[in-house]
């Protein structure tokens, strides 16, 4: 299995998920599951995958659209 520190996951996703508040999260126990080895704090890449999975949001054309190409 392979894990990534709170860096990297904050740069997996652009920085747009910081260390501030992966550690936030840690305390507050929302989010995906860590493994801490000593002070060391590090995300299994399966469950991170797991959590993108969960939030991809799935587009669709709309009737209206539909009707007009016609």
């Given at each position: 299995?392979?894990?990534l520190t709170a860096e990297e996951v904050s740069e997996r996703y652009?920085?747009?998920i910081s260390v501030g508040?992966?550690?936030?999260?840690?305390?507050m126990r929302i989010r995906s599951a860590?493994?801490?080895?000593?002070?060391?704090?590090l995300y299994p890449v399966e469950e991170l995958e797991m959590w993108d999975n969960k939030?991809?949001?799935v587009c669709r054309a709309s009737k209206r659209l539909t009707m007009d190409a016609t």
């Open positions: 299995m392979k894990y652009r920085g747009s508040t992966l550690r936030n999260w840690r305390a860590y493994v801490k080895i000593g002070k060391a704090v939030n991809i949001v």
